[in-house]
């Protein structure tokens, strides 16, 4: 996918299948800069980490599923990016505490649901409080100047969305979208405003 070559464990978000992570790898390959710290929050197969590693970027890639966490760390190693990915398992920003990121890039789970299983939380965003915590704990983890690539659609709820962008003091902008018969997929980048 991308140049990038993929495996896929059970239980892991599905890269290829799905528009948003296609879309989301190409803002991250055009934003991740050499040297810069990237947290791949939610990494799913890897790809997003990949990518920021490619482009020479050290990166701390996170999931809340361990088996997605095993997935992109193959994946890492079979891009030749092992030595610059370090994996963290654990909910949003918990496995890094204290630290700081120049870019941070998130695709929440947005469908309205409960998950019924880890393979779940990868789509559904359950009783809906992960957004509005991200965008409120984000600002801690961000060095001065850092963005976060957020990827979010139509059919998710936006006015959760706008509502947490004014609350917290978030400036965003579209990086690249993506329209299919059923939502608009779009990437925001976020600064403090
Ligand atoms: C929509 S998928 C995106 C996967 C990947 N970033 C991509 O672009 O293909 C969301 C990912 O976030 C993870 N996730 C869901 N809730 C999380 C949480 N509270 N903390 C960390 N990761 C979480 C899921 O396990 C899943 O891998």
Redesign the pocket.
């Known amino acids: 996918m991308q140049g990038i070559k993929l495996i896929l464990l059970h239980d892991?978000?599905c890269?290829i299948y799905?528009v948003?992570?296609g879309l989301?790898?190409r803002v991250v390959r055009a934003e991740a800069k050499r040297g810069e710290r990237v947290l791949?929050?939610?990494?799913?197969?890897g790809?997003?980490a990949i990518i920021a590693a490619l482009n020479g970027a050290r990166v701390i890639a996170?999931?809340?599923?361990p088996q997605?966490l095993r997935c992109a760390r193959i994946n890492a190693l079979i891009n030749g990016v092992g030595d610059r990915v370090t994996f963290k398992l654990?909910?949003?920003f918990d496995p890094v505490e204290g630290k700081s990121f120049n870019l941070i890039?998130f695709?929440?789970?947005?469908l309205w649901g409960l998950p019924r299983n880890?393979r779940e939380?990868?789509?559904f965003y359950g009783e809906g409080g992960?957004l509005l915590k991200f965008l409120s704990e984000a600002k801690e983890y961000l060095r001065p100047g850092g963005r976060i690539l957020l990827?979010y659609s139509t059919i998710a709820d936006e006015s959760l969305l706008k509502h947490g962008l004014r609350l917290y003091g978030w400036h965003s902008t579209i990086m690249a979208s993506r329209n299919t018969p059923l939502e608009r997929i779009y990437v925001l980048k976020l600064i403090r405003r």
């Open positions: 892991v978000f890269p799905t948003s992570s989301t790898a791949d929050l939610g990494t799913g197969s790809l997003q996170t999931d809340i599923n997605a654990g909910d949003l890039v695709t929440p789970p947005y880890i939380r990868g789509w992960l990827t």
